[in-house]
């Protein structure tokens, strides 16, 4: 059993910057990928981006190539989402979620492939 907690939301004005963090328990860390998902109020779960548990393998979402950065710590069991430049649009929940993937695979989009969920982190953007 996978605990995550995600921590680092908050309120930012437009085109600054938040690191969201992912703090798991329970399990070998590094043989799961951990993927960020957000919603927005009133649409469905969205996939953000993912990462292996080797950190050799990164996808991201259109919507935030070059805007955002996934990355972990597997000695700290955390990943963390570095997102830049802001905008209202990114105004979300924040889920991570871990999925065991013991074998080298691409990183999967879809959210009911992922077995474990923190409760989220609320992200705000002023304009």
């Known amino acids: 059993q996978v605990q995550l907690v995600e921590s680092g939301g908050g309120l930012v004005q437009a085109g600054g910057s938040l690191r969201l963090s992912c703090a798991a328990s329970g399990g070998t860390f590094s043989l799961y990928v951990i993927a960020w998902f957000r919603q927005a109020p009133g649409k469905e779960r969205e996939f953000v981006a993912g990462?292996?548990?080797?950190?050799?393998?990164?996808d991201y979402a259109d919507s935030v190539k070059g805007q955002f950065t996934i990355s972990r710590d597997n000695a700290k069991n955390t990943v963390y989402l570095e997102m830049n430049s802001l905008t209202p649009e990114d105004l979300d929940v924040y889920y991570c979620a871990a999925r065991f993937s013991p074998m080298p695979s691409q990183i999967i989009k879809r959210e009911y492939e992922y077995r474990y969920w923190g409760q989220g982190t609320r992200v705000t953007v002023s304009s």
């Open positions: 990462i292996s548990g080797s950190a050799d393998n990164t």
